[in-house]
């Protein structure tokens, strides 16, 4: 395919009057996944024209004859099959003779670190060292994408190219891709990478086939092309004028003025003799520019130590391959300290009144992320979960949550499960909206949840699922007070899927990601509850401080404290019920939201409890004021479910004086 590719890459450039008679496009070729990552030479040549690209590979199996003919697959050498290296190699050795503008990246397997590949040769590297050496990069791999049901050629994360069928051609949409089953690692190592650099990513399995390795070439080659000719562009409309004495035509450059770097500006400069010289003003040229911080936000605590957040964000974005905005630090936290929380030493009267919490008025809301099963048996919950969202935003909306016009409540559905994507796996996707969006409102989850599907012969691994839901919605975050929900519904345990994820997956991983994201988990899975272990065949659910929500009379429910847990499906109990309860959630009997004489308590009290917890997470103090009489009173700050809330306690009169 090299030699194929090449040629038409080199046709469609020199039909662009890049590259002709008097300059060639040149092409160079970097090996590894052998003894060793080396640079092939050509007469001692690193860099030859497309009409040599045969002899560029053929010397590159003597070289490999000559080194004993000792592949050593993926795993032998000093180097391994280390792309990174090979990169490395192509920008640090090959640009000693001549501009590297385009690198292409070509491997079935996912990166392999040699014995002597530097330690700091890692993915941000790598992408610094493409930014700065001005490399376009496209890379071919097992990547096996698809959209909209159609699989796809290619995409740089936000474009994807298509081709429904040979006669219909290419077609290039504006949407991203969903991923499939992909060899280890390879997402992380080159996936993200390319996405980041805005680079296009190619599935190699088109290549291999004999039927559709034309339409490949012409799609890459095309896309290849245009990005070459993109960057030649920019000084399209100089004109450069000869002198009296200029023997040869004047060439064209793009210099950077003073010190405005994103400004470009065509300069004429003769070969050799005198000239005149005009100059005319290109596109600009510009980078991405992080703004600058925001204010620090009011204390979160009204008494003793809390934290202060300020945030940034993008204010310019690149233009005309401009360098993007990557791994920018988005926010700041800071400790503030304010006076101490007074505790009154006096007897308090029991059964006294307790005046409620005084709300900060600032716009509140919650993202939820739901993840659901899509093995065959879970149909009744499919068709459960847009009544459940549309009663559960209702209730957020009349507590507060989301009520704002400016800060709405949004909901992300993540299935996982089945075999949708062709193999048993089971690999989490992403169902968007109508218009391609991840999070989207209430009002379009009924629409949305009609994607999900029953399939068997999946596999359900929900911490990949929860994986995928969490580091999507970190691409997605928002400025705000906004709390992370996270609900899992399924009626199995986990199978664990990390061999085919390339994911070190474990309970207690998926524990920290979630608290490291402040979210609350609440599970509706295959588990029984009941009092001193005698369980309870109408136990909805218990929370995290083993309060239980009993079914009365089939449409409302009636709580109970002390509520044990009993044996979940397999290992149900400790991989999700537990965990949830842990993380200041709640777990949920679904046994009883598929039985029709209880669902509806079942629905009442699980979209009742997530919008007390949420409103909770959100809940800030401010300036309590207590009021006992005309006597006064006093302020309590006490921890509740690790957030600080204000609580009046009365005093006898008598003893009022000793009150701080």
């Excluded at 199978?495 to 599970?523: C, M, P």
């Excluded at 302020?635 to 009365?650: F, G, P, T, V, Y």
């Amino acid at each position: 395919w090299m030699e194929r590719v090449v040629m038409v890459l080199n046709s469609k450039l020199q039909s662009s009057k890049l590259g002709g008679a008097e300059e060639n496009n040149q092409f160079g070729l970097v090996v590894f996944g052998r003894r060793r990552t080396e640079v092939v030479r050509v007469k001692n040549k690193l860099l030859v024209g497309a009409d040599d690209i045969q002899e560029l590979r053929e010397q590159a199996d003597v070289q490999e004859k000559d080194d004993g003919g000792k592949g050593g697959g993926d795993n032998g050498g000093e180097a391994g099959g280390d792309a990174y290296l090979a990169v490395r190699k192509a920008i640090l050795e090959v640009h000693q003779e001549g501009q590297v503008n385009v690198i292409v990246l070509v491997s079935d397997t996912d990166r392999h670190i040699g014995r002597n590949t530097p330690q700091s040769l890692d993915a941000d590297s790598l992408m610094s060292l493409l930014r700065r050496s001005g490399a376009q990069l496209h890379v071919v791999v097992d990547s096996r994408f698809s959209l909209d049901g159609h699989s796809a050629l290619g995409s740089n994360g936000k474009t994807t190219v298509l081709s429904t069928s040979q006669s219909a051609g290419l077609t290039r949409i504006e949407k991203s891709v969903k991923f499939g089953p992909m060899y280890g690692n390879t997402k992380s190592d080159y996936i993200d990478v390319a996405f980041n650099l805005s680079a296009f990513v190619w599935d190699i399995n088109f290549l291999r086939n004999s039927a559709s390795v034309s339409m490949f070439s012409e799609a890459f080659s095309t896309a290849a092309s245009e990005a070459v000719m993109e960057r030649f562009r920019l000084c399209e409309k100089c004109v450069c004028q000869k002198g009296l004495r200029v023997g040869q035509a004047a060439s064209l450059s793009c210099q950077a003025q003073s010190d405005e770097l994103w400004q470009k500006e065509c300069m004429c400069e003769a070969q050799r003799g005198t000239f005149s010289r005009t100059t005319q003003l290109c596109r600009p040229v510009q980078d991405c520019v992080v703004g600058g911080w925001s204010s620090w936000s009011d204390c979160s605590v009204t008494c003793e130590n809390g934290t202060q957040l300020r945030y940034r964000s993008v204010s310019r974005n690149p233009t005309q391959h401009g360098y993007p905005c990557l791994h920018f630090e988005r926010s700041q936290s800071t400790v503030c300290s304010l006076p101490p929380c007074f505790v009154c030493n006096g007897s308090l009267f029991a059964g006294d009144a307790i005046h409620k919490v005084r709300q900060t008025q600032v716009a509140v809301a919650t993202d939820i992320l739901l993840v659901v099963d899509e093995s065959p048996s879970m149909e009744g919950e499919h068709a459960w979960l847009p009544k459940m969202v549309s009663i559960l935003e209702k209730e957020l909306i009349n507590a507060g949550v989301g009520s704002s016009p400016e800060l709405r409540n949004r909901y992300m559905l993540v299935g996982y499960g089945s075999n949708r994507l062709g193999s048993a796996m089971g690999a989490p996707h992403l169902f968007t909206s109508h218009n391609g969006s991840a999070m989207f409102g209430a009002e379009d989850f009924e629409e949305v949840a009609k994607q999900l599907k029953v399939s068997g012969a999946g596999h359900e691994d929900g911490y990949w699922a929860i994986y995928f839901a969490v580091a999507t919605h970190q691409r997605l975050r928002r400025e705000g007070r906004i709390a992370l929900n996270v609900i899992v519904v399924s009626d199995e345990d986990r199978d664990n899927q990390n061999h085919e994820s390339g994911l070190n997956l474990s309970r207690r991983s998926t524990k920290i990601l979630l608290r490291q994201n402040e979210a609350v988990l609440n599970v509706v899975v295959d588990n029984a509850f009941g009092v001193h272990f005698n369980l309870s065949d109408s136990m909805l659910g218990v929370d995290h401080e083993r309060t239980g929500y009993q079914s009365v009379s089939g449409q409302g429910y009636s709580t109970v404290k002390g509520v044990d847990i009993g044996r979940g499906y397999e290992q149900t109990t400790r991989q999700y019920t537990n965990l949830a309860l842990e993380l200041g959630g709640a777990a949920w009997n679904n046994n009883l939201l598929r039985d029709v004489d209880t669902s509806a308590a079942f629905t009442k009290a699980f979209t009742a409890v997530n919008t007390r917890d949420i409103s909770r997470h959100l809940e800030v103090c401010e300036r309590c004021v207590c009021h006992h009489g005309n006597d006064g009173g006093l302020m309590l700050c006490e921890s509740h479910a690790n957030q600080r809330k204000c609580r009046c306690l009365a005093t006898h009169h008598e003893n009022k004086n000793s009150c701080g």
